[in-house]
């Protein structure tokens, strides 16, 4: 079933243009000249209930301007949205009980008292019945691990406990569809991995919708098969994060721990990627030889002890997006 | 939303017990803001006895109902005062994702809020009461609350559309700030002593008047009101209260509308 | 171990910080026009207040009506460079621990306050100019002689930094307690009232006076308004331009020495 359905949307923003220096700061006291700027255009995708899917883009490419008009903060210049049947900025009370909103940068936590008073305020406001309240805090505790600092003040919480606590109140009423905004920012390890667990279990246990949107391509490897990537407020690429990988992708690096201290390794097929000692690096377009080839040639030339193939990861054919734009991806690739 | 309500107080009172000190020293300013206030009317009046007729004691109890229907106020609704802040901080979104009415959502934000003032209000209007010689009879006791009541709205009111404002022009520091020592100016001396066009403004345009000078020309049993209306008009406040609550709110929605629209 | 050398001075840095406060303040109009738009409104409605007070009581002695509403409009046009807290982002870097990165650069940290405050405080005071054009329309204020002036001048920019002083000082406790606010406003109020702002001290009873003369909030208004308005003539020009210096020169020591203690509290502990 469709959860969130975007039809053509768009969003432009008017906004004052400054002028340098001193001058320009008094001349702006009497007069001021705007511009309009395209946040988002021709948004157009939709969701299926129970979905993980990555919302990525650069700084400013127009993310959470989508965001907010998903969660009903902003109207929509045109086009429509829906999220699990209702129109957000039209009926934004009802779509605030659907939705779960964590932003990595802005907790929603009293940070003068303890967690389990800011879990009773939320109780309140979106009116959980006490044994779902007692229920799901009794489970999100024992995920994440929250018993150990319920009863401290959010001020004197690490900031990964106090992510831990903003998950929770964010789940507290069972919404339907989350929305992570760069959920594990500024985290270590452990920390970004519990959150992830969670994030997991989740969409698993209760088939709870999430939008990811991140700067940490860990989350997205970690998290989704499906990700949308938006560039300069339009949706660039929409499908399986692996068909990318599959069809953007296209070298492999061979790693060739050497037996012996052999000077110059050249091979066929395939360009120098920097040398450790005995560890060699060899990159190669999977297009035009086979791994297997290679490999053979490899063989054949030199004696070696330990061989092995790496994957590009997600981060780097991202980035190439980013930099060389859509159009430089193979014209095969249906979006 | 009344669960709502009682977590929010609930929280108030909790924050409230872990700032002791930060509450002791925001219980002190209330007296000295309060204090500085009727030590300055007094002041005036010991060099000049008489303002249109009116003492110091009159002066006093005038005072009073205005302190009264403010503490009330900041009691009730100290987070309508913040919107300008969390607009600029972007924490307003976060009230607009909530399944409640965004301004009820403001109000309901907890804070350091003690009714500490109020409590200092009552007080004082207890003892300028006796002082001025006000009678004291069922009527009195009967009205008095509807008439704070009233002033509490009016001045809801009024901080409704300076927070509305912050939707245009994000920064309203200032105006918030002229609009409270305006309403403190306008409810401090008896209207007569302004222009016919002040007074008009007080009474019809911002009702600050509403708020303390005609009740109290009512229970002061002074002769005439000025505009030549009948003191009994005092007893209206409750109901200018509530309209010009009613248009403050119709503008915060077309407010909120335009924020939607457009962001910040 | 390589040699520990001071650099030397350079004005151009604070330029620059006093520069920057300036446009930084000149980014709100709203707040700049709905300033001079109170200004107005405020003298307007002190005149009606001094009006009706005169028109029934019998002009205290030495201040007749003219003369209070010079004093209360030259009052609130010192007002709108005395009540700005030009000293604020000090305790703005202190709460959000900001401070620490001033203390990496090259600079002296409370000249970077003062210029970033004197910054503010210009911007405000180029306010004065509209707002005296508006405040001739509404009420008539006397002009003094030239040698009262002189005397008004050199009173005022001393209660100027005795005002900066306090506010220093005021703004330097967030070293130690981050909750300031309430302090803040209770010494505004008290200044407001006991500096003579709202009401020339002179109407204090007699027995108060002494006492209020000698507190340092009347350093900041009462001494130059009454100086302005010839309450304080050209005889006790030295001993009131004096008792501003005193004050000055103490809270000025007090500024230093809590700068010390709240800074090596920073440097030691990290904040």
Redesign the interface.
């Known amino acids: 079933m469709t959860i969130i359905e975007t039809v053509d949307l768009k969003k432009v923003f008017r906004s004052v243009v400054r002028r340098p220096g001193l001058s320009g700061a008094f001349a702006a006291l009497f007069s001021r000249e705007f511009e309009e700027k395209v946040a988002v255009e021709n948004v157009n995708f939709s969701l299926q209930e129970g979905e993980i899917v990555g919302y990525l883009g650069p700084n400013g490419a127009g993310k959470s301007t989508t965001i907010k008009m998903l969660t009903g903060i902003l109207v929509p210049t045109s086009g429509v949205v829906r999220v699990a049947g209702i129109v957000p900025s039209e009926h934004r009370q009802q779509n605030g009980q659907n939705i779960g909103v964590v932003f990595g940068q802005r907790s929603q936590l009293y940070w003068d008292l303890p967690l389990r008073e800011s879990f009773e305020l939320l109780r309140a406001i979106y009116d959980v019945p006490r044994d779902r309240f007692a229920q799901n805090l009794r489970h999100f505790s024992d995920i994440l691990d929250l018993d150990r600092f319920m009863g401290t003040p959010v001020r004197q919480l690490s900031l990964g406990e106090r992510m831990r606590g903003d998950f929770a109140a964010a789940m507290l009423h069972d919404p339907k569809i989350v929305f992570l905004d760069e959920p594990t920012i500024g985290l270590d390890v452990v920390a970004k991995e519990a959150i992830r667990e969670f994030i997991a279990t989740m969409n698993r246990e209760r088939g709870t919708t999430v939008v990811l949107t991140t700067h940490d391509l860990a989350d997205v490897e970690r998290l989704t098969r499906r990700i949308i990537l938006i560039d300069e407020g339009t949706v660039i690429y929409d499908g399986l994060l692996a068909r990318l990988r599959e069809e953007y992708g296209t070298h492999r690096i061979l790693v060739v721990t050497l037996a012996e201290n052999y000077p110059d390794v050249e091979v066929e097929g395939a360009q120098p990627n920097g040398r450790d000692g005995n560890i060699v690096r060899l990159r190669f377009n999977r297009h035009e030889v086979a791994a297997e080839t290679l490999i053979r040639r490899v063989l054949d030339a030199y004696r070696i002890t330990d061989i092995s193939i790496e994957e590009p990861d997600i981060d780097s054919i991202v980035r190439r997006i980013y930099t060389e734009g859509y159009n430089a991806l193979p014209a095969a690739l249906p979006i | 939303m009344l669960a709502v309500y009682g977590q929010h107080w609930r929280i108030n009172v909790l924050t409230a017990l872990e700032y002791r000190e930060n509450f002791l020293l925001w219980a002190a300013f209330a007296v000295v803001y309060h204090g500085s206030a009727i030590a300055t009317l007094w002041v005036v009046l010991h060099t000049f006895p008489s303002m249109n007729g009116w003492d110091f004691r009159d002066m006093a109890f005038l005072y009073g109902l205005w302190m009264t229907a403010h503490a009330l106020h900041d009691t009730l609704f100290f987070g309508v005062g913040n919107v300008p802040e969390y607009v600029r901080d972007g924490e307003f979104d976060r009230l607009l994702i909530r399944p409640l009415d965004t301004l009820f959502a403001v109000i309901v934000i907890p804070g350091q809020i003690f009714p500490d003032e109020l409590i200092l209000a009552l007080v004082y209007l207890g003892i300028t009461t006796w002082y001025a010689g006000v009678r004291v009879d069922a009527a009195f006791v009967f009205c008095v609350p509807f008439v704070i009541l009233g002033g509490t709205l009016i001045e809801l009111a009024i901080n409704v559309i300076v927070a509305t404002i912050a939707f245009w022009f994000v920064r309203v520091d200032a105006l918030r700030w002229i609009v409270l020592q305006l309403e403190q100016e306008f409810t401090r001396y008896p209207i007569g002593i302004y222009t016919r066009g002040v007074r008009l403004f007080l009474t019809f345009v911002f009702p600050f008047a509403f708020m303390n000078y005609f009740p109290a020309t009512y229970f002061l049993h002074k002769p005439e009101s000025a505009l030549g209306l009948p003191p009994a008009v005092g007893l209206l406040s409750p109901v200018i209260g509530l309209t010009f609550l009613g248009v403050a709110y119709a503008f915060w929605r077309f407010g909120l509308d335009r924020y939607k629209g457009v962001g910040h | 171990m390589a040699l520990a050398v001071r650099p030397p001075f350079r004005l151009e840095p604070y330029l620059e910080f006093g ?1 920057k406060a ?2 930084r303040e ?7 026009f ?2 001079i ?2 200004f107005a ?2 003298i307007y ?1 002190l005149r ?2 001094w ?4 028109a ?2 019998a002009a ?1 002695h030495g201040l007749p009506l003219h003369a209070i509403l010079t004093y209360s409009a030259v009052a609130l046009l010192m007002g709108l460079v005395l009540d700005v807290d030009q000293v604020s982002s000090l305790y703005t870097k202190l709460h959000d621990g900001s401070i620490v990165s001033d203390f990496m650069r090259p600079i002296s940290v409370p000249l970077y306050f003062f210029a970033d405050g004197t910054g503010e405080v210009l911007f405000h005071a180029s306010l004065i100019v509209p707002s005296l054009v508006l405040a001739l329309f509404i009420v008539h204020i006397d002009v003094p002689s030239g040698g009262t002036l002189a005397a008004f001048a050199l009173s005022f920019v001393l209660g100027y930094f005795v005002g900066f002083c306090i506010n220093f000082i005021l703004n330097c406790t967030a070293f130690w ?1 981050l ?1 300031i606010h ?2 803040q ?2 010494v505004t ?2 200044t ?2 006991l500096g003579g702002e ?2 020339p001290l002179v ?3 007699v027995a108060l006076q002494h006492a209020l003369f000698a507190l340092p909030f009347a350093a900041m208004f009462s001494t130059p308004l009454l100086i302005y308005v010839g309450e304080i003539g050209p005889d006790r020009y030295a001993s009131a331009l004096g008792i501003q210096a005193i004050w000055l020169v103490v809270l000025a020591l007090a500024s230093v020495v809590i700068w010390r203690a709240g800074s090596r509290r920073i440097v030691v502990q990290g904040g």
């Not at chain 3, 000149?26 to 700049?32: E, G, H, K, L, S």
């Open positions: 520069k300036i446009a000149a980014t709100y109009r709203f707040d700049v709905t300033s738009g109170s409104l405020r409605l009606m207040v009006v009706a007070l005169y029934r009581n205290p307690t909750e309430a302090v406003l209770i109020w008290l407001d009232l709202l009401v109407f204090f009873p």
